[in-house]
Nanobody, 122 residues
Framework: QVQVVQSGGGLVQAGGSLRLSCAASGLNFSTSAVAWFRQPPGKEREFVALISYNNIGTTYGDSVRGRFTISKDNARNAVYLQMDGLKPEDTAVYYC???????????????WGQGTQVTVSS
């Protein structure tokens, strides 16, 4: 049975940093693309960042590019989202998701973490 478990998140002031982690059991991240999505309050889920199965390819949403960094440690079967220069508009529930396809389309992901709240105060 596949389990994807997230950790990290919390409350931070604008300009601060947080790191989110995502670990899996029953699923090998070395053969999976892993993405981060977020859902701000009252809004739809949006794409944040994506890393390929072999860690060679990464892509970011326009609103986070240059501030967030996605990385994957295949030996630990874990993915991280380093978030720097946080802004109040980054406030959202963040989700990691994994599947075989390198895609920004959240509908194509089968395996999801439980979500973690990130709140950025002004």
């Amino acid at each position: 049975q596949v389990q994807v478990v997230q950790s990290g998140g919390g409350l931070v002031q604008a300009g601060g940093s947080l790191r989110l982690s995502c670990a899996a059991s029953g699923l090998n991240f070395s053969t999976s693309a892993v993405a981060w999505f977020r859902q701000p309050p009252g809004k739809e889920r949006e794409f944040v960042a994506l890393i390929s199965y072999n860690n060679i390819g990464t892509t970011y949403g326009d609103s986070v590019r240059g501030r967030f960094t996605i990385s994957k440690d295949n030996a630990r079967n874990a993915v991280y989202l380093q978030m720097d220069g946080l802004k109040p508009e980054d406030t959202a529930v963040y989700y990691c998701a994994a599947d075989r396809y390198f895609t920004r389309n959240s509908r194509l992901y089968s395996h999801w973490g439980q979500g973690t709240q990130v709140t950025v105060s002004s």
